[in-house]
């Protein structure tokens, strides 16, 4: 049987002057904004934020210069996304451009769609949606059934995408159509395209809202969308291959365990607060050892992990049990915070720790499906086990 291999890897040196820049400017953007609002971290869209981000060289820091970017190490990259996200900023609007679909098109793309896109994406000005998952098609990519026909000049689509984060505010969506059915085989006939959310006639953004009453994610229909020939990506029938390896770029980074930070930071205040001996009532201080012993753990975890992809080798097996133990992680913060500090969650009024206890309470179930639910992983560890 294999086994999983998570060398240790530390920062080097040199990135603690980055992570005092980071750290100065983030004090000063952050300043008012409400720990409620930090809570939703890369859920939370601010596109000025994001240029502010791009001209400090902070978005497509490992990517060619050639394209905007500032061919800096993953580790670089690493402290950035670390700092971003335990201080709660809105990164949301250049997330998945900066971390899935600039490095997609830049593997798969063009280099027309390169030279077009990357730089502006860069600079915090272009923003992307993912269009995977349908009605019938989640976990099972392969059922995808939105059509994309070919015509004159490019291509017809037809049919429905469903969650598509932040297709509200998309420049363009990477959609995963199928130009071709061969009721034999799902997996090939299916394509990638790049689609120009902004200027395409027979596209309709309808926002769907979660648990907390946001509206992150949509449901988007297209009805005979034209998609020009060249903004397909990569090959045609290529699609599903090109699609395995988008989704490892999402697997493993800090925000597989630090989505649910800002509460464990709140829970710290809120103990702080109540003085005296409160840290120890309740076995408080031995509970926040525990989620802090486990937080180093996976940032580790998550380490190695980095180091791995920064040597070119391909830890998908350790992306995926980081992903899986990271929202074990956070989906239990609510419980043991509520367990702790015997408040109950509000909604829209109350301490900044019971906003954002009420904000998770709602919000984590869902972490365990996006980029992959704990069912599909563990299927892909086991595998990777050879258990399978
Ligand atoms: C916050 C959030 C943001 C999202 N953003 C996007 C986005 O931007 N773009 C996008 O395309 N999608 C997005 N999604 C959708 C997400 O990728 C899907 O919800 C997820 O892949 C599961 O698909 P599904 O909802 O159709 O559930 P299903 O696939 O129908 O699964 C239902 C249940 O069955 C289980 N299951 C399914 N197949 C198997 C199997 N083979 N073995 C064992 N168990 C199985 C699943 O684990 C799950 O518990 C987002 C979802 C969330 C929650």
């Not at 603690?16 to 930090?38: H, I, M, Q, S, Y």
């Not at 992307?128 to 998952?133: T, V, Y």
């Not at 939105?146 to 000049?153: C, L, N, S, W």
Request: glycine residues 12%; neutral net charge.
């Amino acid at each position: 049987m294999q086994a999983f291999r998570f060398d240790l890897c530390e920062l080097p040196g040199e990135t603690k002057g980055l992570r005092d820049d980071v750290r100065a400017f983030l004090a000063k953007e952050l300043a008012n904004v409400p720990a409620v609002t930090r809570a939703q971290t890369w859920s939370g869209s601010d596109p000025e934020f994001s240029r502010k981000m791009g001209a400090k060289g902070w978005i497509a820091m490992t990517w060619p210069k050639k394209y905007g970017g500032h061919e800096r190490s993953a580790f670089d990259r690493y402290v950035v996304l670390e700092e971003m996200l335990a201080a709660g900023a809105p990164v949301g609007a250049h997330w998945i451009g900066d971390r899935q679909s600039g490095p997609l098109l830049m593997r798969f793309g063009t280099e027309e769609q390169r030279q077009k896109i990357l730089p502006r994406v860069a600079k915090g000005e272009c923003y992307f949606c993912i269009g995977m998952s349908e009605p019938d098609s989640g976990s099972d990519l392969a059922a995808t059934r939105t059509r994309a026909e070919k015509v004159e000049g490019g291509y017809k689509v037809n049919g429905t995408k469903l969650w598509t984060s932040g297709a509200h505010t998309a420049h363009y969506m990477i959609g995963l159509f199928r130009t071709h059915l061969d009721p034999q085989n799902k997996h090939a006939g299916l394509t990638q395209f790049l689609v120009d959310m902004k200027t395409t006639d027979g596209i309709t953004v309808r926002p769907i809202k979660d648990l907390a009453g946001k509206s992150h994610f949509n449901e988007v229909v297209f009805q005979d969308a034209f998609v020009p020939d060249d903004m397909m990506v990569g090959t045609e029938g290529g699609g599903w291959n090109q699609v395995t390896a988008e989704l490892a770029f999402e697997r493993s980074g800090p925000e597989r365990y630090l989505s649910s930070f800002i509460l464990m930071v709140e829970m710290i205040r809120e103990l702080e607060k109540r003085g005296g001996g409160s840290f120890d009532e309740r076995g408080g201080a031995r509970e926040i050892g525990r989620l802090v012993a486990h937080l180093v753990t996976l940032r580790q975890m998550s380490l190695s992990v980095a180091g791995m992809l920064d040597k070119g080798e391909n830890p998908a097996l350790e992306a995926s049990v980081v992903k899986d133990l990271g929202a074990i992680f956070e989906q239990d913060m609510p419980v043991r915070a509520h367990e702790l500090l015997g408040m109950e969650p509000t909604v829209g009024a109350g301490s900044d720790y019971e906003q954002v206890l009420g904000y998770l309470t709602q919000t984590t179930p869902s972490f365990s499906l996006r980029g992959g639910t704990r069912e599909i992983l563990r299927g892909i560890i086991a595998r990777g086990l050879g258990l399978r």
